[in-house]
C-alpha cells in the first residue's frame, strides 16, 4: 500500500500562513490525496482532497506537486481551532485509507 | 443531525469480559470502517464492510468479530477484554466507487480495561 511521510510535529504563530507537506513517492497514477485533521478528544474530520490540480475550500488550500510525490497542506491564516493533529493519507481503488502518524501543529498566540 | 454516531462514548470493564461498540450512519454510504487510536495515536484500521460484506480484515486478533447487520450499522463485539485492548476506537464510513468520497468519522469510544 502506498504510504505518506510527514514530518512528527510543526508550530506555528497565529494569524500566520501555515504549509504542512507530506511526501507519499509511491503513488499511484489513480490514487486521491487526503487530508485530516483530528482535534483533541475528538475523531478525524475531513480537511480537503485532490487528485492532480490544486484545489481550494473554506477550510483551507492543498498544493500538489507536478509528479503527485508529495503534497502540501496550507492553512492560509492559523487560529488557536487549528491545534490538531493533520493526516495526509491516500485513498486507492481498494477504498483503503491508511493513516500514517501524522503531523502535531501546534498554533502560538 | 449527526452523521456518523457510536455507543457508548466511554466504556469501562474488566478484563475477560465481552463487550460491544455500536456504529450507525446515516449518510447512505455503503462502507463503514473500524479503526483503533492507541496511545501513541496511530490510528489503524482493523476491519472495513461494503454493502454489509467483509472487505478489510487486517491482522486483528479473533476476539474481534464485527457484525453488519445492514449497511447502515457496523457493530463491534470483543471477548474476553484484555488490557492491550484498551484504546479509542472509532467508526467511519465512505462511499466505495467515489474514489474522491471522503471518509466521516464518529467521534470514538474510549474503551478502557482494568
Known amino acids: 500500500d502506498a504510504k505518506t511521510t510527514q514530518p512528527n510535529s510543526m508550530e506555528s504563530n497565529e494569524e500566520e500562513p501555515v504549509h504542512l507537506p507530506c511526501n507519499h513517492s509511491t503513488i499511484s497514477g489513480t490514487d486521491y490525496i487526503h487530508w485530516y485533521r483530528q482535534l483533541p478528544s475528538q475523531g478525524p474530520e475531513y480537511v480537503i482532497h485532490?487528485?492532480?490540480s490544486n484545489v481550494n475550500n473554506r477550510m483551507a488550500s492543498l498544493a500538489i506537486a507536478e509528479d503527485r510525490k508529495s503534497s502540501t497542506l496550507i492553512l492560509h491564516r492559523a487560529t488557536l481551532r487549528d491545534a490538531a493533529v493533520y493526516y495526509c493519507i491516500l485513498k486507492n481503488t481498494g477504498n483503503q485509507f491508511y493513516f500514517g502518524t501524522g503531523t502535531s501543529l501546534t498554533v502560538i498566540p | 443531525d449527526t452523521a456518523v454516531s457510536q455507543t457508548p462514548k466511554y466504556l469501562v470493564t474488566q478484563m475477560g469480559n465481552d463487550k460491544s461498540i455500536k456504529c450507525e450512519q446515516n449518510?447512505?454510504?455503503?462502507?463503514m470502517y473500524w479503526y483503533k487510536q492507541d496511545s501513541k495515536k496511530f490510528l489503524k484500521i482493523m476491519f472495513s464492510y461494503n454493502n454489509k460484506e467483509l472487505i478489510i480484515n487486517e491482522t486483528v486478533p479473533n476476539r474481534f468479530s464485527p457484525k453488519s447487520p445492514d449497511k447502515a450499522h457496523l457493530n463491534l463485539h470483543i471477548n474476553s477484554l484484555e488490557l492491550g485492548d484498551s484504546a479509542v476506537y472509532f467508526c467511519a464510513s465512505s462511499q466505495q466507487g467515489a474514489r474522491s468520497s471522503p471518509l466521516h468519522f464518529g467521534n470514538g469510544t474510549r474503551l478502557t480495561v482494568t
Open positions: 449518510l447512505g454510504h455503503d462502507t
Open positions: 485532490g487528485l492532480t
